[in-house]
């Protein structure tokens, strides 16, 4: 059970938009700590994907886009395509737990 | 370029030990806090530890606390996790990244070793 709350699988057609959501609590989104967001292709590290929950590192395109509100936030990919199907995961702190927190993962499928 | 690798997995029985190894290059290492993140086979990801850039403060995670140790070597630009006692719940593909400051997020990670804990 991941501390952060993610949907375990999402999909959508090529050009469509898609969002997925993280859920936390007062511990740790709720507490105003930053929300991250990560993209994890089929047998491949991590790569940053949003930091601070809005930015983009340089290179990411701009289809991707972060927002937090309250104990939530959300990761949108617009204009999906084929090269998008993979794992996301959202990250934050946890100060109950006193650690860096992961969703639980999300797996994209672009039909 | 900021490089990460990994090193020091492999096939180690219940109880045992092992030692992981993350040489870093391409940027100021000893100004970085570094971490362990893991992942179990076909599950998510999951925070294991941290270290601050001197040395210092480390953290752990409750599920490897007592356990495993985290430590670094800035004269060789090198990530180190002692892992001791291991279980087969500890069966995990383990990344070092880097992070801008503790609790901050991971902007670099490496490509991860593979350590199975099995009789």
């Known amino acids: 059970q991941s501390v952060l709350t993610q949907p375990s699988s999402v999909s959508g057609a090529p050009g469509q938009r898609v969002t997925i959501s993280c859920t936390g609590s007062r511990s740790n989104i709720g507490a105003g700590y930053d929300v991250h967001w990560y993209q994890q292709l089929p047998r491949t590290a991590p790569k940053l994907l949003i930091f601070g929950n809005t930015n983009r590192p340089s290179g990411v395109p701009d289809r991707f886009s972060g927002s937090k509100s309250g104990t939530s936030a959300s990761l949108a990919i617009t204009g999906l395509q084929a090269e998008d199907e993979a794992d996301y995961y959202c990250?934050?702190?946890?100060?109950?737990?006193?650690?860096?927190?992961f969703g639980g993962g999300t797996k994209l499928t672009v039909l | 370029e900021v490089q990460l690798v990994e090193s020091g997995g492999g096939l180690v029985q219940p109880g045992g030990s092992l030692r992981l190894s993350c040489a870093a290059s391409g940027f100021s290492f000893g100004n970085y806090v570094m971490s362990w993140v893991r992942q179990a086979p076909g599950k998510g990801l999951e925070w294991v530890s941290a270290?601050?850039?001197?040395?210092?403060?480390?953290y752990y995670a409750d599920s490897v606390k007592g356990r495993f140790t985290i430590s670094r070597d800035n004269s060789k630009n090198t990530l180190f996790l002692q892992m001791n006692t291991l279980s087969a719940e500890d069966t995990a593909v383990y990344f070092c990244?880097?992070?801008?400051?503790?609790?901050?997020?991971?902007?670099?990670w490496g490509q991860g070793t593979l350590v199975t804990v099995s009789s």
């Open positions: 990244a880097k992070l801008l400051f503790v609790w901050s997020f991971f902007d670099n």
């Open positions: 990250q934050s702190y946890d100060s109950s737990l006193s650690g860096s927190v």
């Open positions: 270290i601050s850039g001197g040395g210092g403060p480390t």
